[in-house]
């Protein structure tokens, strides 16, 4: 059982994961003005999943809730919303409502939006290290990773 001070801090961090959202849209937009051709936001690591199982629960109410908000206006702004990561663990529900936001914005070229979510090192490596490094070593001898610039925010949780 959760004492007082524990239920203000986990309402605390909901609020404060919730008040992440309005400057996430606030990128969105900039980077869509400005032209920018992917952005990619990081919204779940797999190491969340640590987090007490009521703090993940309003996470991901959270982000069904985003989901059913944002979608429709950013594929009316011309956005193509992505997500990355292992969908697995999350719920039938919202792996549907991801599936149903790709489709739909999946023609738009406006700006890439990139979600990763239930990333992490291992899965990061193990999916993304091989193919991000294969065209740039058909391309040049140096054997680093292609390091072109990425814009990137870190959102909502930590």
């Not at 937009?29 to 992917?38: D, F, P, Q, R």
């Not at 919303?81 to 936001?101: T, Y």
């Not at 991000?132 to 909502?156: F, I, K, L, Q």
Request: aromatic letters at 4%.
């Amino acid at each position: 059982m959760a004492t007082g001070a524990g239920r203000r801090r986990g309402q605390m961090r909901h609020s404060g994961h919730k008040a992440g959202l309005g400057p996430v849209r606030i990128a969105i937009e900039a980077c869509a003005e400005l032209g920018i051709e992917v952005l990619t936001l990081f919204a779940f690591s797999s190491e969340n999943w640590r987090r007490p199982a009521d703090e993940v629960s309003r996470l991901m109410e959270l982000f069904m809730e985003a989901l059913d908000r944002e979608v429709a206006e950013l594929n009316a702004q011309g956005v193509r919303v992505r997500f990355i990561g292992e969908r697995r663990s999350l719920s039938v529900r919202l792996q549907s409502r991801l599936n149903e936001a790709e489709d739909l914005t999946r023609l738009n070229q406006r700006l890439n939006l990139v979600l990763a979510v239930g990333y992490g090192g291992r899965w990061d490596v193990r999916t993304r290290g091989p193919r991000s490094c294969a065209p740039v070593h058909e391309r040049s001898t140096d054997a680093r990773c292609n390091r072109r610039s990425t814009h990137s925010v870190r959102a909502g949780v930590r």
